[in-house]
């Protein structure tokens, strides 16, 4: 199954460190989202890539926050300085076409805590 | 802004029992209303999603009621099972052209059905 992979599954951290999660999603999707999902709530959208271009960010992405996708593959999201707000799941979705008419596929998440 | 409201926040069905699960949006432009279930530690998978040019969709024991004119839109699970139990989530979606598809989320339905 070559589903949207996503790593670190978990992420502890003290306040103030950065990190970075992964994600690789469905081969051959041009399509790329971050959402992240707070517990109790559902996912919001964070930003999307279109291939290697980063088309849209939210206003919740704070200048902390930068996300790359070299080469149109696997994505990457970095944290800076990291603050307990940014506790939460932190998801990856992918999808085919050209329209983004096609169904979002997730994956499992990256959990972070900051301690 | 909240733009899909989901409601009720818990629901407790029995074995057997038709759950229903409902959501109200604001935004016209939305053109697809998908529905993902979320199991504790896993991402939100597609579970059916519809389109507003028909009033339902059925997919095994799943089905979609649309109102385009209330801008609402509900989930029905018929001969609930526990392996329903899980969290549920509603989220629209405008055409791919405008905001590259990016899916805004209700705020869930954690759905309990005992044996």
């Known amino acids: 199954d070559t589903g949207v992979s996503q790593n670190p599954r978990h992420k502890i951290t003290k306040r103030g460190q950065n990190v970075t999660f992964r994600c690789d999603p469905i081969?051959?999707?041009?399509?790329l989202y971050w959402y992240r999902q707070t517990l109790g709530q559902g996912p919001e959208f964070l930003t999307y890539?279109?291939?290697?271009?980063?088309?849209?960010k939210s206003r919740l992405l704070s200048d902390r926050f930068s996300a790359e996708r070299p080469k149109g593959s696997f994505s990457t999201l970095e944290i800076q300085r990291t603050e307990q707000g940014d506790s939460a799941m932190y998801l990856c979705?992918?999808?085919?076409?050209?329209?983004?008419?096609?169904?979002?596929?997730f994956g499992d998440g990256t959990r972070l805590s900051i301690l | 802004q909240q733009q899909v409201k989901q409601s009720p926040q818990s629901l407790i069905v029995q074995k057997g029992g038709i759950s229903i699960i409902n959501c109200a949006y604001e935004?016209?432009?939305?053109?697809?209303f998908p529905w993902y279930q979320q199991f504790p530690g896993k991402g939100p998978a597609l579970l059916i999603a519809i389109r507003p040019d028909v009033s339902e969709k059925k997919e095994g024991r799943f089905t979609i009621s649309f109102n385009k004119s209330a801008k609402q839109f509900s989930l029905h699970i018929m001969d609930s099972q526990p392996g329903d139990s899980a969290t549920y989530f509603c989220?629209?979606?405008?055409?791919?052209?405008?905001?590259?598809?990016?899916?805004?989320f209700g705020q869930g339905t954690i759905l309990t059905v005992h044996p």
């Open positions: 081969s051959e999707h041009n399509r």
């Open positions: 935004n016209t432009a939305f053109d697809y």
């Open positions: 979705a992918s999808s085919s076409g050209a329209t983004g008419n096609q169904p979002q596929h």
């Open positions: 989220a629209a979606r405008p055409p791919g052209g405008t905001s590259y598809g990016k899916l805004t």
């Open positions: 890539f279109q291939n290697e271009a980063q088309l849209e």
